[in-house]
């Protein structure tokens, strides 16, 4: 953020606009302190050293920094950007937060699932002297960990989480102790998603190289849960890493990682590397007779710029956008699964409905965090599928 | 038993931490409001009912709060009071294109409910520029305009029903699904614009419309703002019904410019953005020739792209000045006045000598369709010199109005803001009683005085 925190939300007039957007609201039941205009009145409040960083971090860490807010906002500023800096601010981080910072630091990985976040990739042939490097950041393959920290979140609530956290992220901690909670056909249909976008770089003519096993995790999370100082040294640490690697031009495949390094690293760090989406790569026209509703991801519309690419790769299918769409598309609740699972259900809900009322054949998502929180049925498939079939 | 036992004894949803509160202190006017002793978030309107009946028991104060939008401070807190928030009442309960109604709970948004009608083909007409976060029962209470009230008019010709809980927490229906309806004194009028004074509006029966599809937009360009005034009297005297009709002096115009690309005519002061609906003759050809007969600069029809274009701009034009902000605590202050379309000429010419004379930054644009004139002052709000000037100008803008046979508040309602223009508006026209009158139906509504007090008027 160039300007300071101060300066930025006095150019806010409460209209309320923000409020209006915000999906947060809506699940807490109507509550302003769960939405963005409480946001920004709170964090005046607490500036002014009115109150105290327990009392109104809740409001904060709850903020899916989905930029909702910031596409409706008349003097524009972000509700999130604001939950952003003050989640830095706060001296107080929730255990599981810790754990999931503490991990990513040390192992480049929320959940250390280790050479698993490589078996999707076995049999493939990648090229190691090409200049693209296709960086999946472990996104698609930590899905069927989380769901199962989620499957033990519902089974022992969040209490016996965070002590199990807080022991864990001293004595260390390995992906391989959530094994037997991990739905095999999970990480199989993971998996293929990723043979499936692989397969549509390749055949679009582009080869690509691979770390395997040494491919670290973005980092993005330590911004999401307020570690700051600990993001900006990951931040130095994977440059570094990449310059080790010889890295040029990396092909990103999920829309947290590719605006985290598109966009919101350089005001960390120095980042001398072209970075792309693959759908930018994919060279194929579908052709679907059917319907398709699409759920745009938040950080593909209103994270720096309106990336819609995939509109000409779908051109020749019938699209029916569902009530939020384009920038004003709706979050759908997944940056609130660690903190605030309840919140990301009722999100991910109320989206699933609206996308099921469009009565497509398929919902296509372009996200791995989107894909968990949506897939409720069948039609819910990942934009690379749909693509791979069609 | 204090307020809160009974909350919690009735399972009623509530708040009372100090920073749960805090966001239902202010809305969007730049009055700072207090913290109030609990917010109060009900289902419906039986616990509507009980949270009043216990107030007006206990003599608390009760704020209604919808989307928090209001610019004259109608919904900020006040101290100690208890807040009544509508958003949990956001269904949209009945509709019936047939019939022309919409049956929505209090709570919904203006936005979402055209969402809906609009899936349907059809609309609610009341379209103020905080749609977006206003509410059906916040712009009942406050008799909200729009961009399409020359066309429309404002709130209070949509509204055929109403649901609401008094004071007493007795609930009452007021109207209902059909069109007309007389049987004595039209109660559902009372509550539209009465600012949460008299009663609780929880859902509402509106009247809706086809939407009309297609229309042409035309922008004139003038060099005096008495020429532009003119020619939208002529186009309204000559019969001709714009479904908008929109103004804006040379700032806003310059925005206006910047952010749709069309460019401006050299001399241009003031520019007048004109939508002609296309029915059975090309009425905007007519249109044209009107307003070329009043010394335009220029006069453009725009294709679709630009149309866009100058829409999104006009709609942004109130985000563009708020980037033109230069000092810390600046805020922009809006003035919402009304003339007939007759005096509009003279009265832009007035109020264009009176931002010189006060000499404080003002842009001015507004629904000069129906005479509604929006002057945006940058004031800065920590200085005590230019909020006691922004306020003479207010006070005189509203002089410009009155003189001119119009009002001092055009769709904003009164809330804090406007309580001695209010005043002034009924002494100009020697009608003080007016004022009397309105005591009195506050009193037959309210006798303790719990709702909103200190809002409107001061009893």
Redesign the interface.
């Known amino acids: 953020m160039k300007e300071s925190l101060d300066n930025y939300i006095s150019r806010c007039i409460n209209c309320g606009f923000c409020e209006a957007v915000c999906p947060t609201l809506d699940a807490a039941d109507f509550q302003a302190y769960y939405g963005a205009r409480g946001r920004v009145n709170l964090a005046k409040e607490f500036l002014n050293s009115s109150l105290s960083e327990d009392s109104v971090i809740n409001s904060f860490n709850s903020c899916l920094h989905c930029n909702a807010c910031l596409a409706v906002c008349p003097a524009g500023i972000s509700a999130g950007e604001i939950s952003e800096q003050m989640k830095f601010l706060a001296k107080r981080k929730d255990p599981l937060a810790i754990f999931i910072a503490r991990n990513i630091i040390k192992y480049g990985d929320p959940l250390n699932i280790g050479k698993r976040a490589t078996f999707w990739s076995r049999g493939l042939k990648f090229n190691d002297s090409s200049e693209y490097l296709l960086y999946t950041a472990r996104m698609y393959q930590l899905m069927p960990y989380n769901s199962a920290v989620s499957i033990l979140r519902k089974k022992f609530g969040n209490g016996i989480l965070k002590v199990f956290s807080n022991i864990m992220r001293e004595i260390g901690f390995s992906g391989a102790l959530l094994a037997p909670f991990v739905e095999r056909k999970k990480i199989e249909e993971f998996n293929s998603i990723l043979i499936n976008i692989y397969k549509l770089i390749t055949d679009s003519g582009v080869e690509v190289r691979y770390l395997g096993e040494d491919e670290p995790y973005s980092g993005a999370m330590l911004l999401e849960l307020g570690f700051k100082e600990e993001f900006n040294e990951y931040a130095n640490w994977l440059v570094n890493f990449f310059k080790s690697k010889g890295v040029k031009k990396i092909i990103t495949i999920d829309p947290h990682t590719y605006t985290l390094l598109k966009f919101q690293i350089k005001e960390y760090v120095d980042f001398p590397f072209e970075v792309i989406f693959y759908l930018d790569l994919v060279k194929k026209e579908v052709k679907f007779n059917g319907s398709i509703t699409i759920h745009q991801a938040c950080h593909l519309e209103r994270y720096g710029e309106k990336y819609r690419k995939y509109n000409e790769i779908l051109s020749g299918t019938r699209i029916i956008y569902p009530y939020h769409f384009n920038e004003k598309t709706l979050c759908c609740g997944g940056p609130d699964e660690v903190l605030f699972p309840d919140m990301t259900d009722k999100i991910a809900d109320r989206r699933y409905q609206e996308l099921k009322s469009t009565n497509a054949d398929y919902i296509l998502t372009m996200c791995p965090i989107c894909y968990v929180n949506l897939k409720k049925d069948d039609k819910v498939i990942d934009i690379s599928q749909f693509i791979s079939n069609f | 038993m204090d307020l809160i036992e009974f909350f919690e004894r009735k399972n009623i ?1 509530f ?1 009372s ?4 509160m ?7 006017s730049y009055f700072p409001g207090s913290l109030p002793r609990a ?1 109060v ?1 009900p289902k419906d309107e039986n616990e509507i009912s009980e949270v009043l009946s216990k107030c007006n028991e206990e003599n608390v104060k009760v704020v209604t709060r919808g ?3 209001s610019l004259t401070g109608s919904s900020a807190s006040i101290q100690d009071s208890i807040v009544i ?1 509508t ?2 009442l ?1 269904k949209i309960l009945d509709f019936s294109g047939g019939d022309r109604y919409v049956h929505a709970q209090a ?1 919904v ?1 203006i ?1 979402d409910l055209n ?1 809906f009608l609009q899936s349907k083909g059809f609309v609610y007409p009341p379209d103020p520029a ?1 749609s ?2 206003s509410t059906v029962g916040g712009t009942i209470s406050t008799n909200a305009g729009g961009l399409r009230g020359t066309y429309y008019g404002s709130t209070k010709e949509w509204v055929l029903g109403l649901g609401v809980v008094l004071a007493d927490g007795k609930i009452i229906k007021t109207g209902g699904k059909v069109l007309k309806r007389s049987i004595g004194y039209d109660l559902t009028s009372i509550f539209i614009g009465a600012e949460g004074t008299l009663g609780i509006i929880y859902d509402a029966y509106l009247k809706i419309v086809p939407k009309i599809e297609r229309f042409q937009r035309l922008l004139a360009f003038f060099n005096k703002p008495e020429d532009l005034g003119k020619a939208v009297f002529q186009l309204k005297d000559r019969g001709l019904n714009p479904l908008g009709a929109e103004f804006a002096d040379k700032i806003s115009m310059n925005i206006i410019s910047r952010i749709s690309g069309i460019s401006i005519p050299s001399g241009s002061e003031m520019l007048l953005i004109l939508d002609i609906p296309i029915q059975e003759v090309n009425e905007y050809e007519k249109a044209l020739s009107i307003i070329k007969e009043v010394n335009p600069i220029d006069v453009k029809i725009l294709n679709q792209t630009e149309s866009e274009l100058v829409y999104k701009a006009r709609k ?1 034009l ?2 563009a000045l ?2 033109e ?1 230069e000092r ?2 600046e ?2 202050i809006i003035g919402d006045v009304v003339v007939p379309s007759s005096e509009v000429p003279e009265s832009l010419k007035e109020i264009q000598e009176l931002i010189k004379r006060f000499g404080l930054k003002t842009s001015l644009f507004g629904h000069i369709g129906d005479g509604n004139i929006h002057a945006n002052i940058f004031t800065n709000l920590n200085s005590k010199e230019e909020m006691e000037k922004a306020e003479k100008f207010l006070e005189e803008l509203g002089d410009v109005a009155l003189a001119h046979h119009g009002s001092v508040s055009a769709e904003h309602g009164i809330g804090y803001e406007k309580k001695n223009l209010l005043m002034k508006e009924f002494m100009y026209k020697n009608s003080p009683t007016n004022l009397d009158l309105m005591k009195s139906i506050k009193r037959i509504f309210d006798p303790n005085n719990i709702l909103n007090p200190g809002k409107v008027f001061d009893l």
Request: without cysteine; aromatic residues 8%; charged residues 30%.
């Open positions: 949803n708040l931490k100090r920073e749960e805090i966001p239902y202190v202010k809305d969007a917010v978030l989307g928090g939008t928030s958003l949990r956001n709570g948004r936005d969402g905080s977006l976060a942004g109130y985000s708020l980037n902000r810390e605590g805020f922009i």
